[in-house]
């Protein structure tokens, strides 16, 4: 089984869409914290953000990295598909059953790498974008905040696999993740909160603190994250197991 989480882990990492999509993750990210300061040193000082609370939303804006792991984990699962080389997998594998878990773990493990760095940059980031302006203030809910972050790192890697799983076809699964990371969960969220809140991209910004109100406690945003997970693994388990293979 290990060999077999390698050459799926090896696969991810083959070509230039991670790291592309990384770097532009990353560059969006600190575009954001630079806007957001700039936006807090423009109001005047009796109405400015404190330390504290400028040092914890300059780590939340991080979570852009998120979008860039989901589509790393869809493309890993997709191009197989639309290259025909899924049912090469399968019978190297030794059955889809083996096949599927071991793309789940390497999809899984790649999230974690990317949520390692994006908890590393953000941690750094207060003191790149303050300097000169204040003095970072750590508290512990900048701590809640950055593990937040890492944690929908890891969740959007494996929802971007899964979501590659069920749709199959590469185009359509980047356009579906993008609507409705975009503009559903939003959408629904503004005409109607207590149904948008149970979105999988609004319970990531639960988890993150995002701010937006309405939203659900982190306790019940764990939960929900968990539950769009186990229902995704499942469909895509099914799918995977008794569908026939391009």
Same mark, same amino acid.
């Given at each position: 089984?290990?060999?077999?989480?390698? &050459?799926?882990?090896?696969?991810?990492?083959?070509?230039?869409?991670?790291?592309?999509?990384?770097?532009?993750?990353?560059?969006?990210?600190?575009?954001?914290?630079?806007?957001?300061?700039?936006?807090a040193?423009?109001?005047?000082?009796?109405v400015?953000?404190?330390a504290?609370v400028?040092? +914890?939303?300059? =780590?939340?804006?991080?979570?852009?990295?998120?979008?860039?792991? &989901?589509?790393?984990?869809?493309?890993?699962?997709? !191009?197989?598909?639309?290259?025909? /080389?899924?049912?090469?997998?399968?019978l190297? +594998?030794?059955?889809?059953?083996?096949?599927?878990? &071991?793309?789940?773990? *390497?999809?899984?493990g790649? @999230? *974690?790498?990317?949520?390692?760095?994006?908890? &590393? =940059?953000?941690?750094v980031?207060?003191?790149?974008?303050?300097?000169?302006?204040? !003095?970072?203030?750590?508290?512990?809910?900048?701590?809640?905040?950055?593990?937040?972050?890492?944690?929908?790192?890891?969740? $959007? /890697?494996?929802? $971007?696999?899964?979501?590659?799983?069920?749709?199959?076809q590469?185009?359509? *699964?980047?356009?579906?993740?993008?609507? +409705?990371?975009?503009? =559903?969960?939003? @959408?629904?969220? !503004?005409?109607?909160?207590?149904?948008?809140?149970?979105?999988?991209?609004?319970?990531?910004?639960?988890?993150?603190?995002?701010?937006?109100?309405?939203?659900?406690?982190?306790?019940?945003?764990?939960?929900?994250?968990?539950?769009?997970? /186990?229902?995704?693994? =499942?469909?895509? !388990?099914? %799918?995977?197991?008794?569908?026939? %293979?391009?």
């Amino acid at each position: 089984m290990g060999d077999l989480i390698g &050459a799926e882990w090896r696969k991810i990492w083959t070509g230039r869409s991670w790291w592309a999509l990384g770097t532009a993750a990353l560059l969006l990210s600190a575009l954001a914290d630079a806007g957001y300061l700039k936006q807090a040193l423009d109001k005047p000082s009796q109405v400015r953000p404190s330390a504290a609370v400028l040092t +914890s939303t300059l =780590v939340q804006g991080w979570f852009t990295v998120e979008l860039a792991a &989901a589509l790393v984990g869809m493309l890993a699962v997709t !191009r197989e598909f639309g290259s025909g /080389a899924i049912c090469r997998s399968v019978l190297l +594998s030794g059955g889809r059953g083996r096949l599927l878990l &071991a793309k789940l773990l *390497a999809v899984t493990g790649t @999230g *974690a790498l990317f949520a390692v760095v994006t908890g &590393a =940059v953000a941690a750094v980031s207060p003191w790149v974008f303050l300097t000169g302006h204040y !003095r970072p203030q750590w508290t512990a809910t900048t701590t809640w905040t950055l593990l937040g972050v890492m944690l929908v790192v890891v969740t $959007g /890697a494996l929802w $971007g696999s899964l979501l590659g799983l069920l749709i199959r076809q590469q185009v359509a *699964a980047v356009v579906t993740l993008l609507l +409705s990371t975009w503009l =559903v969960s939003g @959408g629904l969220l !503004r005409l109607a909160p207590k149904v948008g809140r149970f979105t999988i991209d609004e319970a990531m910004a639960s988890v993150y603190r995002g701010g937006n109100a309405g939203l659900l406690s982190i306790p019940w945003a764990l939960v929900v994250l968990a539950l769009w997970i /186990a229902a995704a693994t =499942v469909g895509a !388990r099914v %799918l995977f197991l008794r569908k026939d %293979l391009p």
